[in-house]
């Protein structure tokens, strides 16, 4: 059996999901500390009262993003499911949901959030091939349109997972309102599809964002960063969505991009994943997903 990369993170997603179920009971309620942004910028205009903006009972927070005609909807799971962030982009007559969970029950329950806006499922957008964004597709989405670039979705193939269409770089109209599509390589992932609505001042990064958690790091660190001032340069960016941790505004990109600059000269100083995840742990104790640092390692070292 051919062992790709993303069947080997489908492992350890998996093996720290388990490990954090049995660690602590308590761990969906603990670790929703990092939600500040997201609280500053929500506004209380939910689609249910089920889904008021805060922290739901599974420990997964929500968050709306008012933004006049186009609003966006967030669904940031705890700490134990990897804190990734999904996204419903709601037009007049739609949602467009952006990514998915490893696990089958967060998914469900974004599905959930998703239809209590009570508009038609247009499509289901994948980031990237990573198994804790593509999880339920099939599962929990398979009545849905799904799409992603051509690497992402042959990289889902391989892992088992179908996304039944591609979809390239420029601009598409979805119910009156335009979505633009880059498409990035080597950076977090080997493919990166990043979404941005500039009605909404959206723009959705994936993994090229990690706000207030730690990164699976590649050491690619140059090129990631310049991908990231790219983005940043963009006019009237409001709403920044990372794949993992809270959404919040433009200073999030200034958060991930100071913290993989500390992260490209640690390396530079380092000779084992050991010490290297060790100080970055250091320069950052407040970061949530320490254990992330560890699904990169075997990119990291030894160095090439
Ligand atoms: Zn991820």
């Known amino acids: 059996m051919k062992l790709t990369r993303t069947s080997v993170f489908q492992s350890l997603f998996a093996m720290a999901?388990?490990?954090?179920?049995?660690?602590?009971?308590?761990?969906?309620?603990?670790?929703?500390?990092?939600?500040?942004?997201?609280?500053?910028?929500?506004?209380?205009?939910?689609?249910?009262?089920?889904?008021?903006?805060?922290v739901l009972d599974s420990g997964a927070t929500v968050a709306t993003f008012d933004e006049g005609e186009v609003k966006v909807h967030t669904y940031t799971n705890p700490e134990a499911g990897f804190g990734n962030s999904t996204i419903v982009v709601e037009t007049e007559n739609a949602v467009v949901l952006i990514d998915s969970h490893f696990a089958e029950s967060s998914a469900s329950e974004f599905r959930a959030f998703?239809?209590?806006?009570?508009?038609?499922?247009?499509?289901?957008?994948?980031?990237?091939?990573?198994?804790?964004?593509?999880?339920?597709?099939?599962p929990v989405f398979g009545d849905v349109e799904t799409y992603s670039s051509a690497g992402v979705v042959s990289g889902a193939a391989g892992a088992g997972t179908t996304i039944k269409n591609t979809l390239d770089a420029g601009t598409v109209e979805i119910d009156g309102v335009e979505f633009v599509f880059d498409v990035f390589v080597d950076a977090e992932a080997e493919e990166q599809v990043v979404i941005s609505v500039p009605e909404a001042g959206l723009v959705a990064a994936g993994d090229l964002i990690y706000h207030q958690y730690h990164a699976v790091m590649t050491p690619t660190f140059d090129n990631w960063i310049s991908i990231l001032e790219q983005l940043a340069a963009a006019d009237d960016v409001r709403v920044v969505v990372p794949g993992h941790g809270a959404p919040g505004g433009p200073e999030v990109f200034d958060?991930?991009?100071?913290?993989?600059?500390?992260?490209?000269?640690?390396?530079?100083?380092?000779?084992?994943?050991?010490?290297?995840?060790?100080?970055?742990v250091d320069t950052y104790p407040d970061r949530a997903g320490a254990n992330l640092l560890?699904?990169?390692?075997?990119?990291?070292?030894?160095k090439s």
Not at 294 to 302: A, K, M, T
């Open 114 to 138: 998703a239809e209590s806006f009570g508009k038609p499922i247009e499509r289901l957008i994948l980031t990237h091939d990573h198994p804790d964004h593509i999880g339920g597709v099939e």
């Open 17 to 54: 999901l388990i490990v954090s179920a049995c660690s602590s009971d308590d761990a969906a309620t603990d670790s929703t500390a990092d939600t500040t942004a997201a609280e500053a910028e929500t506004s209380a205009e939910p689609g249910d009262d089920a889904f008021t903006p805060g």
């Open 255 to 280: 958060d991930i991009i100071g913290y993989l600059e500390t992260a490209r000269s640690t390396y530079a100083e380092s000779d084992d994943a050991e010490s290297f995840n060790a100080a970055m």
């Open 294 to 302: 560890e699904f990169g390692s075997d990119r990291l070292f030894p």
